[in-house]
């Protein structure tokens, strides 16, 4: 099996700035890429970053230049680096991992989520 394991979310004013964690365990071959992914109430969730094994990054347009996401060097972990936040980031954030199993399968693995709140 598979576990992902979010932390970090939290309320914070806007302006500020919170950073989430993401570890990954279990029964892991290899992983593609690690990302972040998040749900407003109502809407449809929506990916924010993703880093793939070669440390290439992408963003979500709304992010871009407020949003850091990287590898820890703790094997098998990724951060989200959240700045100049604003109250439409509010959302449940998911971890996302492409990985392949021991078994040689590949899985899209997900976390729980963290919320994140940002009041005006």
């Known amino acids: 099996q598979v576990q992902l394991v979010e932390s970090g979310g939290g309320l914070v004013q806007a302006g500020g700035s919170l950073r989430l964690s993401c570890a990954v365990s279990?029964?892991?071959?290899?992983?593609?890429?690690m990302g972040w992914y998040r749900q407003a109430p109502g809407k449809q969730r929506e990916l924010v970053a993703v880093?793939?094994?070669?440390?290439?990054?992408n963003y979500a347009a709304s992010v871009k230049g407020r949003f850091t996401i990287s590898r820890g060097d703790v094997k098998n972990t990724v951060y989200l680096q959240m700045s100049s936040l604003k109250p439409e980031d509010t959302a449940v954030y998911f971890c996302?991992?492409?990985?392949?199993?021991?078994?040689?399968?590949?899985?899209?693995?997900w976390g729980p989520g963290t919320q994140v709140t940002v009041s005006s």
């Open positions: 996302n991992a492409d990985l392949y199993n021991y078994y040689g399968s590949r899985r899209d693995a």
């Open positions: 279990g029964s892991i071959s290899s992983i593609n890429s």
């Open positions: 880093i793939d094994s070669g440390g290439n990054t």
